[in-house]
């Protein structure tokens, strides 16, 4: 590594634990990691649904769900419990990012993925899609905002067994939810309700080890981040009908193979 190259990774290397020290679990990349692990998922959707005796039997983050006739998602976490109940917890700073049709779409995503050709539909598991928001987007000044289907001329409960939940963090008071909501919105995990949480935080944030990780992360969603734009300035190059596949694959270091990708994309 010569004294440059040197140089840009101490720099970078800097920031990313500057950005690391300044993380909360409502930043979702940060907050993804930290709940891989099963006891702390439990721990958050115990308080949520006001289940005690909740158990988490299997739990993914930044779990991708595939739509073949549409548009795919990738759920922040997406978790099963021991009675087969599925669960996707969304965290969202922004108000857009957690709007009403994104939370219908993602309950739709969840039944298309968990059923298989030939299922009878009493089999199709309750579901449970629930949005950590950072500011209160239902705008009543409520902690908690249950939505679930209901008869309009009779107010009865429909039935299907698929509910939305938004969770308003800014209600930081001392009922349990409104001290993980606490927990939300810490950078220093000493200042944390929850040891649970604030074990897995400090764990990520001071271990060399967890610190490790994190920076890796940073590193691979900069890269991610770099090669999107780069995809992007090869498609305007295409959209502009003046060089070649051969040529924008020059230009851009990108493979032939992807940018005839590209350009049948584009096409479609």
Do not use: W
């Not at 005690?52 to 997406?78: C, P, T, W, Y």
């Amino acid at each position: 590594m010569n004294t440059a190259n040197g140089l840009q990774y101490s720099q970078k290397r800097q920031e990313d634990l500057q950005r690391l020290k300044n993380f909360r679990l409502l930043d979702d990349d940060f907050c993804t990691k930290v709940f891989e692990d099963i006891e702390c998922v439990e721990l958050l959707l115990r308080i949520i649904l006001k289940i005690d005796d909740l158990k988490v039997i299997e739990v993914h983050s930044q779990h991708n769900m595939k739509n073949l006739q549409g548009r795919s998602a990738r759920l922040d976490i997406f978790a099963i419990d021991s009675a087969s109940n599925v669960l996707n917890v969304e965290i969202q700073r922004s108000d857009q990012g957690a709007v009403s049709r994104r939370a219908r779409y993602h309950s739709s995503l969840i039944d298309a993925n968990v059923t298989e050709p030939g299922d009878k539909y009493e089999r199709l598991p309750e579901s449970f899609v629930i949005f950590i928001t950072e500011n209160d987007v239902m705008e009543s000044g409520l902690p908690l905002y249950h939505i679930n289907r209901v008869v309009e001329e009779t107010g009865n409960y429909f039935g299907d067994d698929a509910h939305i939940i938004y969770v308003n963090s800014q209600i930081q008071d001392e009922t349990t939810l409104g001290r993980l909501m606490h927990d939300f919105s810490c950078t220093d995990p000493s200042d944390m309700n929850y040891k649970i949480l604030a074990d897995r935080v400090r764990y990520f944030k001071s271990d060399e080890k967890g610190v490790l990780i994190m920076c890796r992360m940073l590193e691979e969603m900069r890269n991610e981040t770099a090669l999107e734009t780069t995809k992007d300035f090869a498609l305007r190059l295409i959209v502009r009908g003046k060089d070649t596949p051969e040529e924008i694959a020059e230009i851009t270091n990108l493979p032939l193979a992807e940018i005839n990708h590209l350009k049948e994309t584009q096409q479609i």
